[in-house]
């Protein structure tokens, strides 16, 4: 039982200033503790089992004498339940320490989703587009919302402005906040359905992309005028030219070029191997050489201390917009990635090679899983016989409806 006192009014408390602990009356066990340095707080000494213990109940003048008395009330109430007033705010404060934890803002949670997974990533410009479309579009909307709190309707705001203009950056848009509300499913920050679901959600909203807007394709040059541009294009000078040169004879991506090494190279074997890190599929592939592309890294002059095949005048990879520049110059309606479009084209209408070893000189990932599971080999023989013959159909200018180029000849 707490110790009788006195019952004090607001202004006697106010007057207590001796450093002690000093009993108000009115809820037995209630005191105001004064400390030396001249704090004062509320103290409810109780009895909980066979234990005294000292409750705080909040400091003093922020929780008034009435307040006070309140509180101890029904704390001594609870003691009477059979219920621990100091484990229950104990276990309280936990639980919302607990929850505060988990409440993430959207920004928060995109900028934790990218650091994890960024590192997994074929390049950097993949970071860079993820950045740039959430910080354009999606922070201005939901950067400071509680995932917890986002709902379709937030995504919708953010999407619908833009899904018929800029269809393709929409739906990568959809597409990557979908995925950081996944991880933070996958953490328990959020639950319930994902508001950005596309599948049996966002689809009935939404009209498809294909029907908004029609896939853009890079302009490529007709394979019937490939030999007389390659015989201009051999007769240009500087590095870009060059380097566009070789990325048709191997029909490698302009990236997987301009950041080519000596040391992927094997001259004397024509195989150049770009490691994984640098491919868009993040596999290593190995190119076969025919004898043109060997022919033109042999005449390339080979800067010392430098590994790149084809360095910019001041040491560094060849900017991106090089091979463009080159197009503009010789006033070619293309554009570098568009041979790529034109090497498939002759694949198909002028060669009787499979489909399979047709990708595979294109680096195109396989998306049938069986496919996958059942071709262990990189039909790297058969694609030096592709490459080969390619290199021979751009020296020799060919009329539109050409043999076609059996993958041997018949005995």
């Not at 909980?48 to 705080?56: F, Q, S, T």
């Not at 307040?67 to 007033?85: F, N, S, V, W, Y």
């Not at 928060?108 to 959430?134: C, I, K, V």
């Not at 890294?297 to 010392?304: A, F, P, Q």
Request: proline residues 6%; glycine residues 8%.
């Amino acid at each position: 039982m707490g110790r009788r006192a006195e019952e004090l009014g607001p202004l006697a408390v106010k007057n207590l200033t001796a450093p002690g602990l000093h009993f108000v009356g009115g809820v037995a066990g209630l005191a105001l503790q004064v400390l030396p340095g001249g704090g004062r707080s509320w103290i409810l000494r109780v009895v909980i089992g066979d234990r005294r213990r000292d409750m705080g109940l909040g400091g003093y003048p922020s929780v008034t004498l009435a307040g006070a008395r309140e509180a101890a009330r029904e704390a001594r109430d609870l003691i009477k339940r059979g219920i621990d007033p100091i484990e229950q705010a104990k276990a309280a404060k936990s639980a919302l320490k607990a929850s505060a934890a988990k409440v993430w803002t959207f920004r928060a949670a995109a900028e934790a989703y990218m650091a994890d997974n960024a590192s997994g990533w074929s390049n950097p410009r993949h970071a860079a587009q993820w950045t740039a479309t959430l910080k354009n579009y999606a922070y201005p909307k939901i950067g400071d919302l509680s995932v917890r709190d986002i709902e379709v309707a937030h995504v919708l705001e953010i999407l619908r402005p833009i899904w018929t203009t800029k269809t393709e950056t929409a739906s990568r848009l959809r597409g990557r906040i979908e995925v950081v509300l996944d991880w933070c499913k996958a953490r328990k920050y959020l639950d319930g359905e994902n508001p950005a679901r596309w599948r049996g959600h966002l689809d009935k909203l939404l009209p498809k992309p294909s029907k908004v807007a029609k896939p853009k394709h890079h302009a490529a040059l007709p394979m019937d005028d490939m030999a007389a541009f390659m015989t201009r294009l051999r007769s240009a000078e500087g590095q870009g030219a060059r380097a566009l040169e070789f990325a048709i004879l191997t029909a490698a991506r302009s990236g997987e070029v301009r950041g080519a090494k000596w040391s992927e190279i094997d001259l004397e074997k024509g195989i150049w191997t770009i490691p994984g890190e640098r491919m868009k599929a993040g596999r290593e592939h190995c190119v076969p050489l025919s004898r043109p592309a060997v022919d033109l890294l042999k005449g390339l002059e080979v800067m010392g201390g430098n590994d790149l095949v084809f360095p910019a005048p001041r040491g560094g990879p060849l900017s991106d917009m090089t091979l463009s520049a080159v197009m503009r110059r010789m006033n070619v309606p293309a554009v570098p990635h568009g041979f790529r479009s034109t090497f498939r084209d002759w694949c198909s209408e002028r060669t009787t090679f499979p489909h399979e070893v047709q990708e595979m000189a294109l680096a195109h990932t396989v998306s049938d899983k069986t496919e996958r599971a059942y071709r262990r080999g990189d039909l790297f023989e058969k694609r030096r016989k592709l490459a080969d013959q390619w290199a021979t159909f751009l020296s020799q200018p060919t009329r539109s409806g050409g043999n076609v180029t059996p993958i041997r000849k018949r005995a």
